[in-house]
């Protein structure tokens, strides 16, 4: 196979933090990680998580990135290349395959909830929270849900997002999302923070986020958090491995890991104590899961002067984000049909993004007019979800982080990462039992066999 093709390349070290950044910086962090926070013991789940991304996140990233750099590859073509470098078995390119699935899967449930977002964007401009009340918004997000055509309009609509820019390339599309989105993503959550501060709850806030109750830290604590970590850094799947295999040899990959993290962790921070300290000054309780977003803030902003506009930019917040991750969803699936399948990368795109397309529209289907389908019990929303999120992405990275510390040479590993010895071994240690007991317990929690 003739890899010397043009395949496309970041066109520097910052090009590739923002666009690892925008991949990372997604919905897992503006609704997830602050209702996840409020629900296992607060500022101690925070603890926890921090040194989960610190201990496991930063490894694994490192790796993943480590082995797309190395092959110059699309994750498919990369295991198989790596593999066949270490003398190892061939299967191993099973889990580029399983990326490429995973990533199709992921993404048709996502493109749904961003659709619905898109949607909330679309009432907060034209002024249709105003004056809404806990029940009101509550019917709006049942009305939502029940209706296939409206949720299908807007699913279509961030599909034709997402694959309008995977189709441009990596410099003209996935690298100028990130430079377009990100600064305007960073500039929207502090202009959030600043009212948050000015006109929230913000001690509450703070409170709420960061006064650690040790007491409620359970295994189960542990176990959400090094999952969270997992799905906020966009670990598993091979998306960061594509994003690295566009990287230059020169780059040093751990700073890069590290300027990665912290920008993810500092989105997740910022986003709970944005979202908390408007919740808190309506007196409103912090909801769980999508309906902390949905439910609670168009309260919020309905009852606020200029609440439109704010929640106009709440909204656009939460869809650049889940943008500039959706590309980096796709881009394993379209790298590995471009370089293996020899299709043009916009020939690529309507083929992967029709299937997601479809798969997206069972997915919501399955609110309303299929409610009754169930897969092992579960709607085909939540069975997708499940799938990809809780045995497809923990089992992609338990391989991704054992096959770069146990399989590949170790003078290979040492010559992409250029670390002092001692900081080499910390991650030689990390990568080989760390992440791997970490990854394991959180499959084995998922799964039920943990009990
Ligand atoms: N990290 C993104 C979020 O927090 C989602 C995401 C993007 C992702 N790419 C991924 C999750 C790859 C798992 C694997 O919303």
């Known amino acids: 196979m003739d890899f010397t093709m043009d395949r496309g390349q970041w066109s520097g070290r910052g090009a590739f933090v923002l666009a690892a950044a925008g991949s990372a910086v997604g919905l897992g962090n503006i609704w997830k990680f602050p209702y996840l926070a409020g629900e296992h013991g607060g500022g101690a789940f925070v603890l926890v998580y921090l040194a989960c991304v610190a201990v496991v996140g930063v ?13 110059q590859r699309n994750p498919v073509a990369a295991m198989a290349h790596l593999a066949r470098e270490a003398g190892a ?30 949607d909330y964007l679309v009432r907060a401009a034209t002024g249709s929270f105003a004056g809404l009340d806990p029940g009101g918004a509550e019917a709006a997000l049942e009305g939502l849900l029940g209706n296939p055509h409206e949720q299908a309009l807007w699913h ?16 003209r599309g996935l690298e100028r999302a990130a430079r377009i989105m990100m600064p305007a993503l960073a500039a929207i959550m502090l202009v ?19 006064a650690a109750d040790f007491t409620r830290i359970s295994p189960q604590t542990v176990l959400a958090a090094v999952g969270q970590a997992f799905f906020s850094l966009s670990l598993g799947m091979g998306a960061i491995m594509v994003y690295g295999s566009y990287l230059e040899r020169h780059i040093l990959i751990a700073r890069a890991t590290i300027y990665v993290a912290c920008a993810d962790t500092a989105f997740a921070l910022l986003a709970g104590l944005a979202v908390f300290s408007i919740v808190f000054a309506h007196g409103m309780a912090p909801a769980s899961g999508p309906g902390l977003i949905l439910k609670t803030l168009p309260v919020a902003f309905g009852g606020v002067p200029g609440g439109a506009l704010l929640g106009s930019l709440f909204f656009l917040l939460v869809v650049f984000a889940a943008w500039t991750s959706s590309i980096s969803i796709a881009e394993p699936g379209i790298a590995w049909m471009v370089e293996n399948l020899r299709l043009g990368r916009g020939r690529a795109c309507v083929i992967f993004g029709a299937l997601v397309w479809v798969l997206g529209i069972a997915a919501l ?26 045995i497809l992405l923990p089992v992609g990275g338990l391989l991704i982080v054992v096959f770069g510390s146990w399989v590949m040479r170790r003078t290979h590993a040492r010559e992409e990462l250029p670390l002092g010895e001692r900081w080499f071994g910390v991650w030689r240690f990390a990568a080989r039992y760390v992440a791997p007991v970490g990854v394991t317990l959180i499959f084995l929690n998922v799964t039920g066999l943990l009990g």
């Open 156 to 171: 279509s609509v961030f599909m034709l997002l997402t694959m309008g820019v995977v189709a441009c390339g990596v410099m």
């Open 89 to 118: 078995s061939s299967a191993w390119k099973l889990v580029g395959v399983m990326g490429v699935v995973a990533g199709a899967i992921i993404l048709s449930f996502y493109s749904v909830v961003a659709g619905w977002i898109i």
């Open 192 to 210: 959030l923070t600043g009212y948050g501060l000015a006109q929230g709850d913000m001690g509450r806030a703070l409170a709420f986020m960061f």
């Open 59 to 71: 490894p694994v990233m490192m790796t993943e990135i480590m082995l797309g750099r190395r092959a």
């Open 365 to 390: 289907l399955s609110f309303n007019l299929w409610q009754d389908v169930k897969l092992f019990g579960l709607s085909i929303f939540d069975a997708l979800d499940y799938l990809a999120s809780n």
